[in-house]
């Protein structure tokens, strides 16, 4: 049963991962929390799930449909809802205030367009099948979400490091104003980075939707505050943190409900996350000195 639920829990943990890489992208280059990203995760659900359903399209290809339309509404975000402030001398809190507009007007146009039902993807569109390894029993819908959770968070890590535009990434995160004197074009990378951040949100949405097999338009709200305490967990900011912080998030609550009680399952895991900031207030791979980001 312990690895079973290790499985579980590794599953789970991947898609808060990818969704709190998305709030660390932004807020390492841009120093402010997206209050919006978990609706962009909504809607990557529902891009993903109209495909499949309505266009018949292959899972996969879903997926990626959902990130080209996410990245496509984090640009648009950008330059509607964050570019314009960027370049007035404007109170710190005014991007999340704008990020929060952006989050409601999205909730609402989902329940506008969507309705408020829950809405399930086609029984064909991922097979139904288990296997059996030793003693862990696990299905297609898991081995597909953790191949992919996995393999973009190296793809990403891999990229900001030996790339020149995720190096440009870094310098833009450590000082905007450097890495203009550098001939960085910031604007860009900024665009770049929020529509980067919006696109994983999108395919952890599909994944999500996958795993219980439920879209809805609220489903961005709960989602949001785990993808937020994983920020704060692994360390404002910080691309390992982030990482590490969704799989012991999602280990903790998977364990919690096979162990104790169901009920307590996000008191148990957030208490969890209370402790360990006691202990470390940055975080766990968070600096003390320095706030934001920095990878």
């Not at 367009?113 to 299905?139: C, D, E, K, N, R």
């Not at 550098?182 to 996958?210: D, E, M, P, Q, R």
């Amino acid at each position: 049963m312990f690895w079973q639920q290790l499985v579980n829990g590794l599953t789970l943990g991947s898609t808060y991962s990818l969704v709190a890489l998305g709030y660390t992208l932004i807020m390492g280059v841009l120093n402010i929390i997206n209050m919006a990203h978990g609706e962009i995760f909504m809607f990557g659900a529902f891009v993903g799930l109209f495909l499949v359903t309505y266009l018949k399209v292959n899972i996969f290809v879903a997926m990626a449909g959902a990130m080209v339309a996410c990245a496509l509404l984090g640009i648009l975000m950008e330059m509607i809802a964050l570019r314009p402030l960027r370049r007035r001398a404007v109170s710190d809190l005014a991007p999340l205030i704008s990020t929060i507009g952006v989050s409601i007007f999205l909730e609402n146009l989902a329940l506008k367009i969507f309705g408020p039902q829950s809405q399930a993807f086609p029984s064909g569109a991922l097979s139904g099948v288990q296997m059996q390894l030793g003693p862990v029993q696990i299905t297609l819908v898991q081995i597909v979400i953790l191949v992919i959770s996995f393999g973009l968070m190296f793809v990403l890590r891999f990229w900001l490091s030996k790339t020149r535009v995720g190096k440009a990434i870094r310098t833009t995160a450590e000082s905007i104003e450097t890495a203009n004197l550098l001939g960085i074009n910031t604007n860009k990378i900024i665009l770049l980075t929020v529509a980067l951040a919006s696109a994983l949100g999108g395919i952890a949405g599909v994944l999500v939707g996958l795993s219980i097999n439920a879209v809805e338009p609220t489903m961005g709200l709960s989602m949001g505050l785990k993808g937020l305490a994983v920020l704060i967990l692994g360390g404002m900011g910080n691309i390992t943190g982030a990482m590490l912080g969704g799989l012991i998030l999602g280990i903790a609550e998977v364990f919690t409900v096979a162990y104790g009680a169901s009920s307590y399952r996000d008191a148990v895991a957030f208490g969890m996350i209370i402790l360990i900031l006691f202990i470390r207030p940055q975080g766990l791979f968070g600096s003390s000195t320095r706030q934001g980001g920095r990878f």
